[in-house]
């Protein structure tokens, strides 16, 4: 029974490891394709297939998956200077308005031409306020439990990629019983 569970759990990695692969092919075709049609509508922006932590996984609780990356699109406005990472299914989405504009564009004659468009109808943009996350920390506050001193910590902020981007500088102690008291909400 062992030896069957386990052959279990390894065909099941192969078929997500299948998975990726075939997601990361259809990503770069996309991408591809969209900084064909950025640069031909000169709209100043690039696409990169990237591959990234799901967010699911950053848990510090979370027993691990077989798969921890997830394809990702990193898009970059090199005139406003900004970054974003769209999901492959937003590219997708969004990779049928930008065929559809290339061929307005087309029809128009404006190809390789500098034009300026209402950037809530351009889908190369992003025009709502996206909140990126920049990675997580974990605390653990079981210590508190033990002792009442003042605990000082600076876990690592890891971002998607698995990489160290900052720490978290935290100062944390418990209450004591009398303090904690006046802090629990009486009008309940």
Known sequence: AVVSTQSGHYGRGAAERQKLRDQVVRAN?????????????????????ILQIPKANLDANKKSQIITSEVAIEVTHRSR?????????????????????????????????????????????EMEKSHTLLG???????????????????P?????????VGHLSVEVRRLPEDRLRLCVDTTA
Not at 95 to 103: A, G, H, P, T, V
Not at 156 to 164: A, L, S, T, V, Y
Request: glycine share 4%; charged share 25%.
């Open 29 to 49: 075709t996309l991408v591809r394709e969209a900084n064909t049609l950025s640069d031909e509508m000169c709209k100043e922006t690039s696409f990169r297939v």
């Open 81 to 125: 200077g900004t970054q974003t990472i769209w999901t492959l299914e937003k590219l997708q989405h969004r990779i049928f308005l930008m065929r559809e504009m290339y061929e307005s564009r087309r029809e128009e004659g404006t190809l390789f031409k500098k034009v300026s468009s209402n950037m809530t109808n351009d889908p190369f943009y």
């Open 136 to 154: 997580v920390a974990n605390l653990f506050l079981e210590p508190l439990n033990y002792q009442d001193v003042k605990l000082t910590y600076s």
């Open 156 to 164: 690592p902020i890891i971002n998607r990629q698995g990489q160290i």
